[in-house]
């Protein structure tokens, strides 16, 4: 018995966004306590070769896929218990991708066409979805400064704790804000549109006003960290920083978080 995309038809799963699915036999000898996270390179440069590293993969998983660019986060994957390992390509499988046994994706000879999200689903035995993690990849063009390539450093988010309970509150933490800064935006989603701005800050003058996606429940810091507090369930999804400097130059970071039930 072969693994189909009728699996993934059946059940709405975007399947022309995906790289890779497999099934696994193997029972995980690793701790369930902690989050699965991705470890990718922060300067990558085209055509090198990069591992998206997936640590913490939880126990006794029927399956893992990975997918390219923005999914719909409700949707969940069923497919059967099968008794044999094996792994598909998707659409997006551009036979640069090797997938590996322990979730950890390689991709050979990047191109600035590989930029974007990277998103890694885990399946319990069950058939139901155990965990959502996705990562950020930046290639940049080939230009070399005395032989090394030159970048700024990458502007990035990092949630504290990683996961929240409804009713906790989590720090959205800048890392890297830009030189002689003097503007920023938090948005609500991937889509940087004014209804669902939260908040916009001038440096300058250290104000921040609240956008239409302000609840009153966030606190926004001068060094660009944003504060959530008393989280829901709908609190759940993407958040945007956007950046202005002195040169009108703007830089993005995104972050997913999840919000899990109690």
């Known amino acids: 018995m072969g693994v189909t995309s009728e699996l993934f038809t059946n059940v709405l799963i975007p399947w022309q966004r995906v790289l890779f699915t497999a099934s696994l036999l193997t029972c995980w000898l690793l701790s369930t306590t902690a989050s699965v996270t991705i470890q990718s390179p922060k300067h990558v440069v085209e055509g090198e070769n990069i591992l998206l590293q997936v640590d913490n993969l939880p126990e006794n998983l029927l399956a893992f896929a990975w997918y390219r660019g923005l999914i719909n ?9 099968l008794d044999y390992s ?3 390509t998707g659409p997006e499988h551009s036979d640069r991708e090797i997938l590996y046994s322990n979730g950890s994706l390689w991709i050979q000879n990047v191109t600035q066409e590989d930029t974007g999200y990277y998103i890694f689903q885990t399946i319990s035995n069950h058939g139901e979805l155990e965990s959502n993690t996705s990562t950020f990849l930046q290639v940049y ?12 450093a990458k502007l990035t988010i990092e949630s504290v704790p990683p996961r929240v309970a409804e009713g906790g509150r989590v720090l959205l933490r800048v890392h890297n804000l830009p030189e002689y800064l003097q503007l920023f ?9 004014h209804k669902v701005e939260i908040v916009r800050h001038r440096t300058l003058k250290n104000l921040s006003d609240p956008g239409p996606a302000h609840s009153g429940r966030e606190i926004v810091f001068s ?15 993407f958040y945007t920083l956007q950046t202005v400097n002195g040169f009108r130059e703007m830089e993005l970071a995104h972050i997913y978080l999840q919000v899990e039930s109690k």
Not at 185 to 193: A, D, E, L, N, Q
Not at 223 to 237: A, E, F, I, P
């Open 141 to 152: 063009s080939s230009h070399f400064t005395c032989g090394r390539p030159s970048f700024p």
């Open 223 to 237: 060094n660009g960290s944003l504060l959530l507090q008393n989280v829901t369930w709908k609190d759940t999804g």
């Open 73 to 81: 986060w409700r949707l969940t994957i069923a497919l059967p218990f």
């Open 185 to 193: 935006f938090w948005y609500k989603g991937v889509i940087m549109i």
């Open 86 to 88: 094996t792994s598909m």
